[in-house]
C-alpha cells in the first residue's frame, strides 16, 4: 500500500501549530517564571519590612534587656505574625537563641540558618531550610541605645505559601494562553486552507515532480507553446515557441504584454484578440504557422490563453509542389481521355472510308498541341517549369479559360532553385485561374517568365475582377485568397520566396480589366 503523501498545507499547518504551541507554552512557562521571581522578590521585601519594624520597636529592645525575654517577645511576635500573614517571626539573642517561634517547644532552642551578615550589622534576606521548611527569610539585628547589637529578628515566609499564591494566578494565565493558541490555531488553519485550494492538495515532492516533468515536456516538444494571463501578459514561452517567433533565446518576455513584444503582425493580432483559432494558417517571417488558440478555465474560472504553433512551411511548399503534380497529373489523364476519343473517332471514319477527313482531323489536333508544346519546351529550358506550364495549360482548358504564353517568354537559366520557382509561378498562375473563375467569356490568363535587366521576372494577368490596391498587402501577408470560400496560401508563399530572395512584387490592373501580378527577383549576382 503507497503511503500517503502530506500535501504542502498539511505540513505547513503541522509546522505552524507545532511552533505556535511551542511559543504558547515557551510564553507560559516564561510568565509563570516571572510571576514566581516577582513572587519571592514581593516576599523578600516583606518579611523585610516587618522584620526592621519589629527590630525597631522599643518594646523589643526593653524585652531583651529583661531577665525572661521570651515571655514578652513570645506574645508579641506571635501576634505580629498574625497580623502580618507571615510563617515566623523569630526574636534570638546573638548566640542564635531563640525567644519566640510559632512553636513553644523550639524556644531557647538555636536558631537555624545564616546569620552572619545580621551579626556584622547588616540587613539580608535568604531562602533557607528550617525547621518550618524551606521559607524566604529576612534577619535583620537589633541595636541599643549605644548601637550595639543585643539581638536579631528573622521573619520568614514558606516557599511553599508563595507557591500556592502563585497557583491561584495560573487561572488567569491559562485564561489568557488559551484563547491565545486558539487564535494562532484558527490563523493557521485557515492559512492552510487557503494554500490548499492554490496548491490542489499537492505534496512537495509532488510538486517538485510535476515542476520537473512539465518543464522537460515543454523545453523538449516539438510544437511552440506561448501562455498569457487574463491581462494578456505572456506567462510562458517555450524554446520551440521562440524559434519559431524569432524570439531570442535570452529576450525578457515573461510577464510583459504583448503589445511591447515584437511579434509578426498575424501572431501579434491573434494573441492580441484572444479570440478561439482551429488550426489556423497564419504567416511569421518566412515560415507558415499552423495555429490553435483557445481560452483556459479551471472550475469556471478563467485563467488565460493558450496558443499552440506547428512549423509546416516545408509541408506547405511540398504540398503545393504537389498540387502542381496533381494538377499536371489530371491534365495528361484528361488529354489521353480526350486523344482516346478523337482516336476512336478518326477510327470511325477510316472504317466509314471516309480517309480524307480523318487525315484531316488528326493532322489538325497533333498540329495545336504540337504548337502549344513546341512554344513551351522552345520558350522555357526549365523541364519542370515547362511542364508545369503545360500542365496549367490543360487545366485552363478544361476550365474554359485560354492560357496564354507570351511570345516573348525565355528563360534559359534559372537564378531560383526548382522549388522556388514553381512555388511563384503555379501560385500565380492557380490565383488568375481562380479569378476568372465565373466571369463572363472570353476568358483569358497571360503568363510571361524570363529575365530582363539582369532580373527574372514572372507577370500573370488576368481577365478577371481585379484585385483593390488595399487588398495588395493584405494578399501577400496574411494568406487572402480569391476563393470565395475562405482564407489561402498561395499569394502568401509567394511572397515568402520574394522575401527570401531579396526581391519584389507588385499589383497593377492589365490591359483585360483584371489584375497584373509582376514579381521581380534579382540575378545570381545580385542577391545577398
Same mark, same amino acid.
Not at 45 to 69: G, I, Y
Not at 389 to 400: F, I, N, T, V, Y
Given at each position: 500500500m503507497a503511503r500517503r503523501q502530506w500535501s504542502i498545507a498539511g505540513q505547513l499547518f503541522a509546522l505552524q501549530a507545532m511552533v505556535v504551541t511551542l511559543l504558547v507554552l515557551a510564553g507560559a512557562a516564561?510568565?509563570?517564571?516571572?510571576?514566581?521571581?516577582? !513572587?519571592?522578590?514581593?516576599?523578600?521585601?516583606?518579611?523585610?519590612?516587618?522584620?526592621?519594624? $519589629?527590630?525597631?520597636?522599643?518594646?523589643?529592645?526593653?524585652?531583651?534587656?529583661?531577665?525572661?525575654?521570651?515571655?514578652?517577645?513570645?506574645?508579641? *511576635?506571635? !501576634?505580629?505574625?498574625?497580623?502580618?500573614?507571615?510563617?515566623?517571626?523569630?526574636?534570638?539573642?546573638?548566640?542564635r537563641t531563640r525567644f519566640s517561634h510559632p512553636t513553644r517547644e523550639r524556644i531557647g532552642?538555636?536558631?537555624?540558618?545564616?546569620?552572619?551578615?545580621?551579626?556584622?550589622?547588616?540587613?539580608?534576606?535568604?531562602?533557607?531550610?528550617?525547621?518550618?521548611g524551606e521559607s524566604v527569610r529576612a534577619v535583620v539585628p537589633i541595636h541599643d541605645e549605644r548601637q550595639r547589637i543585643v539581638g536579631l529578628v528573622s521573619v520568614g515566609i514558606r516557599t511553599r505559601a508563595i507557591d500556592r499564591k502563585l497557583l491561584g494566578q495560573l487561572p488567569v494565565l491559562l485564561g489568557v494562553a488559551a484563547p491565545a493558541l486558539a487564535l494562532a490555531a484558527t490563523g493557521?488553519?485557515?492559512?492552510?486552507?487557503?494554500?490548499?485550494?492554490? #496548491?490542489?492538495?499537492?505534496?512537495?515532492?509532488?510538486?517538485?515532480?510535476?515542476?520537473?516533468?512539465?518543464? =522537460?515536456?515543454?523545453?523538449?516538444?516539438?510544437?511552440?507553446?506561448?501562455?498569457? #494571463?487574463?491581462? /494578456?501578459?505572456?506567462a510562458l514561452v517555450n524554446d520551440e515557441g521562440r524559434r519559431l517567433l524569432a524570439l531570442d533565446a535570452d529576450a525578457p518576455v515573461i510577464?510583459?504584454?504583448? *503589445?511591447?513584444?515584437?511579434?509578426?503582425?498575424?501572431?501579434?493580432?491573434?494573441?492580441?484578440?484572444?479570440?478561439?483559432?482551429?488550426?489556423?494558417?497564419?504567416?511569421?517571417?518566412? %515560415?507558415?504557422?499552423?495555429?490553435?488558440? %483557445?481560452?483556459? %478555465?479551471?472550475?469556471?474560472?478563467?485563467?488565460?490563453?493558450v496558443l499552440t504553433l506547428r512549423d509546416q512551411t516545408e509541408l506547405r511548399t511540398l504540398a503545393s509542389e504537389l498540387d502542381s503534380v496533381r494538377a499536371l497529373t489530371e491534365a495528361l489523364q484528361a488529354q489521353t481521355h480526350e486523344s482516346a476519343n478523337r482516336l476512336h473517332t478518326v477510327l470511325t471514319?477510316?472504317?466509314?472510308?471516309?480517309?480524307?477527313?480523318?487525315?484531316?482531323?488528326?493532322?489538325?489536333?497533333?498540329?495545336?498541341?504540337?504548337?502549344?508544346?513546341?512554344?513551351?519546351?522552345?520558350?522555357v529550358t526549365e523541364p519542370a517549369l515547362a511542364a508545369l506550364?503545360?500542365?496549367?495549360? =490543360?487545366?485552363?482548358?478544361?476550365?474554359?479559360?485560354d492560357l496564354l504564353i507570351d511570345p516573348d517568354c525565355r528563360l534559359d537559366d534559372s537564378p531560383l532553385p526548382t522549388g522556388d520557382l514553381l512555388t511563384v509561378v503555379g501560385n500565380l498562375v492557380d490565383n488568375a485561374l481562380e479569378a476568372v473563375a465565373g466571369t463572363p467569356t472570353p476568358r483569358r490568363v497571360r503568363v510571361f517568365v524570363g529575365a530582363?535587366?539582369?532580373?527574372? $521576372?514572372?507577370?500573370? =494577368?488576368?481577365?478577371?475582377?481585379?484585385?483593390?490596391?488595399? /487588398?495588395? *498587402?493584405? *494578399?501577400?501577408?496574411?494568406?487572402?485568397?480569391?476563393? !470565395?470560400?475562405? %482564407?489561402?496560401?498561395?499569394?502568401?508563399?509567394?511572397?515568402?520566396?520574394v522575401r527570401r530572395h531579396a526581391g519584389s512584387y507588385e499589383v497593377a490592373r492589365s490591359d483585360d480589366g483584371g489584375s497584373l501580378f509582376t514579381v521581380r527577383l534579382p540575378g545570381r549576382g545580385e542577391r545577398s
Open positions: 516564561g510568565a509563570v517564571w516571572l510571576a514566581r521571581s516577582d !513572587s519571592r522578590q514581593a516576599a523578600e521585601e516583606e518579611v523585610l519590612a516587618v522584620a526592621q519594624t $519589629v527590630a525597631n520597636s522599643p518594646d523589643v529592645r526593653a524585652a531583651l534587656t529583661t531577665a525572661d525575654p521570651a515571655s514578652t517577645l513570645q506574645p508579641y *511576635a506571635e !501576634s505580629t505574625r498574625k497580623a502580618t500573614g507571615t510563617d515566623f517571626v523569630v526574636v534570638m539573642a546573638p548566640d532552642e538555636p536558631f537555624v540558618g545564616e546569620i552572619g551578615p545580621a551579626l556584622a550589622g547588616h540587613s539580608f534576606t535568604t531562602t533557607n531550610v528550617g525547621t518550618l493557521s488553519w485557515l492559512l492552510s486552507r487557503r494554500l490548499r485550494r492554490q #496548491t490542489h492538495g499537492l505534496g512537495p515532492a509532488q510538486m517538485t515532480r510535476m515542476y520537473e516533468y512539465y518543464d =522537460a515536456v515543454l523545453h523538449s516538444v516539438r510544437e511552440g507553446l506561448v501562455v498569457l #494571463t487574463v491581462d /494578456r501578459r505572456v510577464d510583459q504584454p504583448v *503589445a511591447g513584444i515584437d511579434l509578426p503582425p498575424a501572431v501579434a493580432e491573434l494573441l492580441g484578440s484572444g479570440r478561439d483559432a482551429r488550426d489556423e494558417p497564419i504567416l511569421a517571417g518566412d %515560415r507558415v504557422l499552423v495555429a490553435n488558440q %483557445r481560452t483556459t %478555465r479551471f472550475e469556471g474560472t478563467v485563467l488565460g490563453t471514319l477510316v472504317e466509314l472510308g471516309r480517309a480524307d477527313e480523318a487525315v484531316r482531323l488528326g493532322t489538325r489536333d497533333l498540329a495545336l498541341a504540337q504548337q502549344l508544346t513546341d512554344r513551351v519546351v522552345g520558350a506550364l503545360l500542365g496549367k495549360s =490543360a487545366q485552363a482548358g478544361e476550365r474554359g479559360v530582363v535587366d539582369d532580373e527574372l $521576372v514572372v507577370r500573370v =494577368a488576368d481577365s478577371g475582377p481585379g484585385l483593390a490596391p488595399e /487588398r495588395v *498587402a493584405d *494578399a501577400f501577408r496574411r494568406g487572402w485568397s480569391t476563393k !470565395s470560400t475562405g %482564407r489561402g496560401l498561395g499569394l502568401a508563399l509567394v511572397g515568402q520566396v
